[in-house]
């Protein structure tokens, strides 16, 4: 059996680390304002995962993790044994 | 608190390591075969490696008091070499006999290519036939969720390997759920940027509990620490979990895990009984 924290437990322990932890985000995204891009650049995709997983990050847990997770990651094709020539499941 | 850490690659860390982990109460590594940081230019060199893996590095590790297993097969990124690949499961044969090799691995997939899952899958027929245990390199980043996926699917229409002799290893978030509801073991790999942090990897036993669970560092020749496992108990203390859990994530579950390979013989320094839970 897992001990259980109350919430306030939690806060107390892990506040600093996520100020700091925001703070770091929010310097870097100040740094890649601060960046000029080239002339007629195409937007990275990855600046639009940044925005979507910092969006998660607003939305309602349990589960942020794994969202962001999936935001970074590239999809599942149940296919692929077809598209790569293999047999057919079992 | 005794700890074992299951997937180590020591042969790319210096001999501090060893007394540092030893001082640190570990008891035990294991060492799957990986990516030396270049490719190998040839099946010879995979050969020169088994054996650096079955013996120098054993010796090495047990001058230190610490035990050492470890595991053959041609990793996920040079697997996309089919010709060499078949050269070198062709010799792991070899070598399983030989003193602490658990079984294959670590075998996966990198940018989860048809080559790669070529390779996975002549690896997974060999341990079938062979009656091995497998450890499972799951990929990195963007491809983890995608790979994971093709990957649980190989095994599962691999009727001959139970799915507990499998653990599937660097699982996160996203992927511990669907390894443990295949029925796999799971590791959490504690290493910095590209997987887990042990802050994350509590918060994992938390929510999934500790059936099926190990914490390692996969210390390699990258950004690393050796003494990760540490970290992780550590923090389970400080979050205020027993000793009985901890024990279980990073002592006996390994344990348990290894003690299906009828190779595997481990007994601690000053107990008389085996270590076999």
Known sequence: MTHVREAAEVLNRDFLEMRSRILEVAAALDRLDRAPARVGETPDRRLAQLRQAIGALLGPGPGRAETVQRIFSLEYDPNWRESNGFARAR | ?277
């Not at chain 2, 790319?12 to 030396?36: H, I, N, Q």
């Not at chain 2, 887990?196 to 620490?225: F, I, K, L, Q």
């Open chain 2, 1 to 277: 608190m005794r700890y074992i850490d299951p997937h180590i690659h020591m042969v790319s860390r210096t001999t501090d390591d060893y007394k540092r982990m030893a001082l640190a109460g570990c008891v035990l590594v294991s060492e799957p075969a990986f990516w030396a940081g270049f490719d190998r230019s040839g099946a010879e060199g995979f050969r020169d490696y088994f054996r650096q893996l079955t013996t120098f590095e054993r010796n090495r590790s047990l001058a230190y008091g610490i035990e050492h297993q470890c595991w053959l097969c041609i990793n996920a990124k040079e697997a996309d070499n089919v010709a060499l690949a078949r050269e070198v499961i062709a010799m792991i044969p070899e070598f399983l006999a030989g003193p602490g090799v658990l079984g294959i691995g670590e075998i996966g997939l990198n940018k989860n290519t048809r080559n790669e899952a070529t390779v996975f899958l002549e690896h997974l027929e060999l341990a079938a036939r062979l009656l091995e245990l497998v450890l499972v390199h799951t990929p990195h980043l963007a491809d983890k969720y995608q790979g994971t996926r093709m990957i649980l699917d190989m095994l599962r229409d691999e009727p001959r390997i139970d799915p507990e002799r499998v653990c599937i290893d660097h699982v996160e978030e996203h992927t511990i759920r669907l390894a443990l509801e295949a029925g796999h073991w799971v590791g959490m790999t504690l290493y910095p940027i590209t997987k887990c942090t042990p802050s994350r990897a509590a918060d994992m036993v938390e929510t999934y509990g500790a059936e099926r669970v190990m914490v390692n560092s996969a210390g390699d020749w990258g950004h690393s620490d050796p003494l990760a496992v540490p970290e992780f108990i550590f923090e389970m203390r400080a979050r205020g979990h027993d000793e009985a859990l901890i024990r279980r994530v990073v002592y006996e579950n390994p344990l348990t895990f290894f003690s299906q390979c009828p190779r595997f013989e481990f007994t601690p320094r000053g107990d008389a009984v085996a270590a076999t839970p």
